[in-house]
């Protein structure tokens, strides 16, 4: 009934059927190419340069990391068929496969992992991967397939982060003889699928590797079309322009999974929603900052945006992971928040004056989350100006210490250990957060060199708690991810969230 | 007695009929707008339109009033778009008349700068004036101010060059009028027609502008209620509430409509009596 | 002057017409060299932004060297980094250049078409159809329908090209999905590059599919983008047809036995003809902007996608080559469209 009232305000035939999607390209439907729309482009074809999480599965077709992840998130080999870390985490032994080879045809040696992970970094190239193997001092290469790390210090996560964001093995000889501006317009990775177009900002298309080392994906050609804006991307699943969609807004995704050719998923996965926020100039007053958080309702946020589905958090870490603490939540409660104001001289009527940025369309409902926080603080006595950036200028902004007091945002954390949270959301000498206040940071910074599991994972969860209480880190919800895809393709489901066109399969 | 008799045209009429009713709604919407603009209810989003209910035009992704947003949209969408247009028009025109009026250099040098500035796509330039001036309405109206004088100035320019060729000027400096005098009493009238068509014209131009500008988040404050942030935001909600497209929508087209009817006819009536009125 | 031979002359004019060009890029540079390098309300912050991108050394020099630096980077091509998108402007420009020339063209197409179609039925409206009468029965209910008529279509160039952008994807789009609403070809086919024109490089390269794939994609942009002026066309229609029935030579054509369609289509229409062209001279301008909407909400990869992109990434190098581009565009236009009126009106102008 309400659905014919819609239809009749729109003025369009009431009877008109959902035409098959295929019918729209006005060709039969390969059975071996897949088109997934996607919320956004990768910021150049060097993997190591940027950690954009939404540019990963995009990065993994071209690209292998040494160390994979299986669906449960577990390490489990990739270009490394071994590897050995030593008690005390200074050295970790590798031992790469010897049937691997670049899509230019060179084979896969130490030489290359020592140049992705050290010889690059040393050299002065302005990669994001300088700061996740900033331990690594040297890398001995005693053959073409056996190669040691050595660090500095105690580097227990270094295995994680073989597998984790930007790790990816790139062609030393390749890279030296092209330069890194060529290697960007032709790039050259170990991975399932090579390059075969791209219009920035527009589409990626992608061909199968023949002479892949891992198992061979059934799709032959993949098309990832750009869609930055979410309605567009649903329009597009929709219309059947792509078989596959991600972030949309949980009603829309809702609705297409009520049409009979497609399936919608809402998948917890572990990127966890928070704000980043500043420890000086609008926030420098903790009053204030406290006063932010409990100004917040997350129930709300997740029954209005996701429908309940995202866990509220109050920590930031994702319930059932190391790190988790089960007894302590930071509550929601305006009536102490207004106190907190007005003990700093802050009233609805004389606000405490914030900047805050957000992205909108990137994730689900980031937009309307952002402006709604806005709303509640307005009615505690906090006035915060939004404004929108995208996740390159998020980064720019962030490695200039320049983002505003408060910055939504949805940190990935592939690996689920506790040190990829807390550790670089809280660390000043890292360039991913905008807090720099060294008590927290010295902290922070000696978790990271503790050898010992039970002792690390005990550091990390009391400075969850400490973070919180002093207003360092706002956690809000845990990500959900929503997925429209056609009923008839499978793809492997990972905990983290990743979408691989190499596990899809028409069923 | 002249104003009824340009209401005898239906174009007129119908084109002050709209103005006039967003021009009220607008400046009244303080009084009559049901909740506060910006006021959201979480529990309350993406209610679709029911006309008897709290919400008539139904509540958007943040549980805002749709038509408490839609009438504060028309008081900005004005609020841009009648200074901007009265902006755009005293700058050019008065280039306009000085140029025509005095001729040689000056005429040059003013052709030259319309010249210059007409190479850019209107939009583009007001797009990048409006990045360079920081978001907000004051820098919106100077962006248009600053860029649509050229559409006043390149036609009035012509049609100034032939006035000032006629008798009656020429007779007027003979009497020994001044330059002003001249200007005021022999060439502005006879150009009237053709500037309140522009002025008009320009006026729903703004609209659209302020309205492209706000849809591309470019313009305002994310919490303001503007038309084009509203058609913006309206996409995603086509399916469960459509009023928060369709709205503004109609608003856009019903002022931008006003506009050009009022602006169309009143230039035919007013062009006709003067005719009339030389015979 | 009056010693030069005629072709002396033409040389004349066109180097003159040549320099008048030069002046006004001049005059555009400055004017983008000082919006954007001058104005920016946080000088801090652009200034910072520019980055890796070689323009930043030049920062520390005056204004005025900054600018004649600008300009030696300009002539020799470089148009600068993306400090965004990690590409030379230069290449990127490349690609959504022909992409919005080709929009604009296409759409241009469409307005005239359309207009030309509605301004006869407009006409046989209001002239009471021409079979017979002789063409000049204006009657009160002609006069009626065709003054409805022209309200309809001043409704309908009141709806700015962005919102028909929208009702299309909903109806076309969606509601009906027939017709693809993202980029320019589907995405099984590729791309050939030429000359960037995507219909044109897709013929050469005799790929049919991919021409009509792209042609299939070309067609919602381009009729959002054009049917908001296609009532101007009609109206410049209507007014040169009117014109041209009151002239002599169309009583003589008559007066030869010529039926009306043949006097209509051979003398009436050709008249129209130069002051659609004027038309389209005005309008380059207000089409490209409408353009850039269009192209964003259709996500088609043009100039004005990769302009609003730039400005909110704050990408100062690809935002002053885009703004360069579209002034070079509507100069090139300009040329042009002055160039086909010289040749379809050989009598000269009166200056």
Not at chain 1, 314 to 324: A, L, M, N, R
Not at chain 1, 385 to 395: G, I, K, N, Q
Not at chain 1, 403 to 416: H, R, V
């Amino acid at each position: 009934m309400a659905d014919l009232s819609r239809r009749a305000l729109l003025g369009v035939l009431v009877a008109v059927p959902h035409s098959a999607p295929s019918a729209v390209q006005g060709y039969p439907k390969a059975r071996d190419a897949v088109t997934i729309g996607w919320p956004g482009d990768v910021a150049g074809w060097d993997p190591n340069r940027r950690f954009v999480p939404d540019a990963q599965p995009i990065y993994k077709m071209l690209y292998d990391q040494p160390l994979d992840q299986d669906p449960r998130l577990n390490l489990v080999p990739g270009l490394a068929k071994a590897w050995q870390l030593a008690p005390d985490a200074r050295s970790l032994e590798v031992e790469l496969r010897d049937d691997v080879t670049f899509h230019d045809g060179t084979k896969l040696t130490s030489a290359d992992f020592r140049w992705t992970f050290h010889e690059r970094i040393a050299a002065g190239h302005e990669v994001d991967t300088a700061r996740s193997w900033r331990k690594v001092v040297d890398i001995e290469t005693p053959s073409a397939t056996r190669a040691i790390m050595r660090f500095g210090s105690p580097a227990p996560t270094a295995p994680a982060w073989l597998a984790f964001l930007g790790s990816f093995v790139v062609p030393k000889h390749y890279m030296q003889k092209v330069g890194l501006a060529a290697f960007g317009a032709h790039p050259v990775g170990t991975g399932p699928y090579r390059l075969a177009e791209h219009q920035p900002g527009t589409r990626i298309v992608l061909e199968r590797n023949d002479a892949y080392w891992g198992p061979k994906p059934t799709m032959r050609r993949v098309t990832v079309q750009i869609i930055n804006n979410p309605s567009a991307r649903a329009a597009a699943i929709e219309s059947g322009n792509v078989d596959l969609t991600v972030a949309m807004p949980v009603r829309e995704t809702a609705r297409l999974g009520h049409i009979a050719t497609l399936e919608a998923e809402l998948n917890p996965i572990t990127r966890i929603i928070l704000l980043q926020v500043r420890d000086d100039a609008g926030f420098a007053d903790r009053n204030i900052r406290l006063a932010a958080h409990h100004a917040i309702d997350k129930q709300a946020l997740s029954q209005a945006f996701y429908g309940n589905a995202a866990v509220p958090l109050s920590v930031p870490v994702i319930p059932g992971s190391p790190g988790f603490l089960d007894d302590f939540t930071f509550p929601h409660d305006p009536d102490m928040a207004r106190e907190l104001l007005s003990r700093s001289g802050y009233s609805p009527a004389q606000p405490a004056r914030i900047r805050m940025a957000t992205t909108r369309g990137q994730f689900p409902a980031d937009y309307d989350i952002a402006r709604a926080i806005v709303g509640m603080w307005k009615t505690v006595g906090i006035e915060a100006a939004l404004e929108v950036l995208d996740y390159a200028r998020y980064f720019e902004l962030n490695r200039a210490g320049r983002l505003p007091e408060a910055t939504l945002y949805s940190f990935d954390n592939a690996i689920g250990d506790p040190e990829a949270y807390a550790g670089y959301l809280l660390a000043p000498h890292q360039p991913y957060s905008p807090w720099k206040d060294t008590a927290l940071g010295e902290k922070v910074r000696g978790l990271f060199d503790v050898p010992g599991e039970a002792e690390r994972i005990a550091g990390w969860r009391a400075l969850n708690r400490e973070a919180v209480e002093i207003g360092a880190c706002m956690p809000l919800l845990r990500s959900v991810q929503t997925l429209v895809r056609r009923k008839d393709l499978a793809y492997r489901r990972f905990g983290n969230g990743w979408v691989l066109p190499q596990t899809m399969d028409w069923i | 007695m002249t104003v009824l008799r340009w209401l005898r045209s239906g174009r007129v009429l119908a084109g002050l009929l709209a103005v006039a009713l967003v021009l009220a709604l607008a400046v009244l919407a303080p009084a009559i707008a049901p909740h506060d603009p910006e006021a959201q209810d979480l529990t309350m989003t993406l209610q679709p339109a029911h006309l008897g209910s709290a919400y008539p035009l139904g509540t958007d992704a943040l549980g805002r009033c749709v038509l408490s947003r839609l009438l504060f949209g028309a008081r900005l969408a004005l609020s841009v778009a009648i200074p901007g247009a009265l902006g755009a028009m005293l700058l050019g025109a008065a280039l306009a008349y000085a140029a025509g009026y005095l001729g040689g250099r000056t005429d040059r040098l003013i052709g030259r700068a319309v010249d210059a500035v007409t190479l850019f796509p209107p939009l583009i330039l007001i797009l990048i004036l409006v990045f360079a001036l920081g978001a907000g309405p004051t820098n919106l109206v100077l962006a248009i101010v600053l860029v649509d004088w050229t559409r006043f100035c390149r036609v009035l320019r012509h049609e100034v060059r032939v006035v000032v060729q006629r008798d009656h000027v020429a007779a007027a400096r003979l009497l020994g009028f001044s330059h002003i005098r001249t200007l005021a009493i022999e060439v502005v009238p006879a150009t009237l027609p053709l500037l309140v068509t522009l002025l008009a014209l320009e006026m729903g131009i703004a609209v659209v502008v302020e309205a492209i500008v706000s849809f591309l988040g470019l313009g305002v404050q994310p919490d303001q209620a503007a038309w084009g942030q509203m058609i913006a935001d309206g996409r995603t909600a086509l399916h469960q509430a459509p009023a928060n497209l369709l709205a503004p929508a109609a608003a856009i087209l019903v002022t931008v409509a006003g506009f050009n009817l009022l602006g169309d006819g009143l230039g035919r009536k007013l062009a006709a009596r003067l005719v009339e009125d030389r015979a | 002057m009056a010693r030069l031979a005629p072709c002396g002359r033409r040389l004349l004019a066109i180097a003159q017409r040549l320099l008048a060009i030069a002046q006004r890029l001049l005059t555009v540079l400055l004017l983008l060299f000082i919006v954007l390098r001058v104005l920016p309300a946080d000088p801090a912050a652009p200034a910072a932004e520019i980055g890796a991108t070689r323009q930043q050394t030049s920062l520390d020099e005056a204004l005025p060297m900054q600018f004649a630096i600008w300009l030696g980077w300009l002539v020799q091509g470089d148009l600068g980094h993306s400090s965004h998108l990690d590409r030379p402007v230069a290449g990127l420009l490349a690609e959504a250049l022909p992409a919005t020339v080709e929009l604009a063209i296409l759409a241009s197409s469409v307005a005239v078409l359309l207009g030309v179609a509605g301004g006869l039925v407009l006409f046989a409206l209001q002239w009471g159809g021409w079979q017979g009468t002789g063409g000049r029965g204006t009657g009160r209910r002609g006069e009626t329908r065709a003054a409805l008529a022209e309200t309809g279509t001043m409704l309908l160039m009141s709806i700015p090209a962005f919102l028909w952008a929208l009702l299309f994807i909903l109806v076309f789009g969606v509601l009906l999905a027939a017709m693809p609403f993202t980029g320019r070809l589907d995405p099984g086919l590729s791309h050939p590059f030429i000359t960037g024109f995507l219909l044109l490089d897709t013929l050469l390269v005799g790929d049919p599919r991919a021409f009509l794939s792209a042609a299939r994609h070309m067609v919602l942009p381009a009729v959002a983008l054009g049917i908001g002026f296609a009532p101007l066309v009609m109206r410049v229609l209507r007014a040169s047809l009117i014109e041209a029935y009151q002239a002599d030579y169309i009583l003589q054509a008559r007066l030869r036995g010529l039926s009306e369609e043949q006097v209509l289509l051979r003398h009436a229409l050709g008249h129209a003809a130069l002051p659609t062209l004027g038309l389209l001279r005005a309008q380059c301008g207000l089409l490209l902007g409408a353009a850039v909407l269009v192209e964003v909400i259709f996500a088609y990869p043009g100039m004005g996608r990769l302009l609003v992109d730039a400005m909110r990434n704050t990408d100062l190098s690809v935002i002053q080559g885009v703004v360069l581009a579209y002034c070079a565009v509507v100069l090139s236009a300009n040329v042009l469209i002055d160039g086909l009126h010289l040749l379809l009106n050989p009598r000269p102008r009166a200056r």
